[in-house]
């Protein structure tokens, strides 16, 4: 039982759903984070979703980038890969992303709150501070969405 008022992700784990279980329809998801923050915040909801997704992402149990990508997947959040990676920078895609098949609207970026989860996750585990930023998307018309983590060195 948790004494404080935080939540861990290891609450969120914690399903006693006995008829509906632990699934819920993308479309639900998609209408919170593109009808919800996107239309209905400021900026997009960037400022929200940096910091949301960063706090997600300092709570996942995870010790390694493999776990995180690993993470990812499990999650359904999409499937990772790393595309490009040097001293300095990694690239990683995401396959099958929530924003998949989506209509395209070229110029938009909406997976900002996992580029941000990627962002709070990496720099607990890189123990530096590292940024995140998504550089294509699937609403964008791009093949798959992909972000751009430096800071790596």
Request: glycine residues 10%; aromatic residues 6%.
């Amino acid at each position: 039982m948790t004494t404080s008022s935080d939540f861990t992700f290891a609450d969120m784990r914690k399903i006693k759903r006995k008829t509906l279980g632990d699934v819920v329809p993308l479309e639900l998801f998609r209408s919170i984070r593109l009808i919800g923050m996107y239309q209905g915040l400021p900026l997009h909801g960037k400022g929200t979703t940096g910091v949301i997704g960063k706090q997600i992402g300092q709570s996942l149990p995870v010790n390694s980038v493999d776990e995180l990508l690993n993470l990812f997947k499990e999650l359904k959040i999409g499937i990772p890969a790393i595309v490009r990676q040097d001293a300095e920078r990694m690239h990683i895609a995401i396959h099958d992303c929530f924003c998949e098949g989506l209509p395209v609207s070229e110029g938009k970026f909406v997976c900002d709150l996992e580029g941000a989860i990627f962002e709070g996750a990496l720099t607990k585990i890189l123990h530096k501070t590292v940024t995140v930023r998504e550089i294509k998307c699937n609403v964008n018309g791009d093949e798959h969405c992909e972000y751009e983590i430096r800071g790596l060195s």
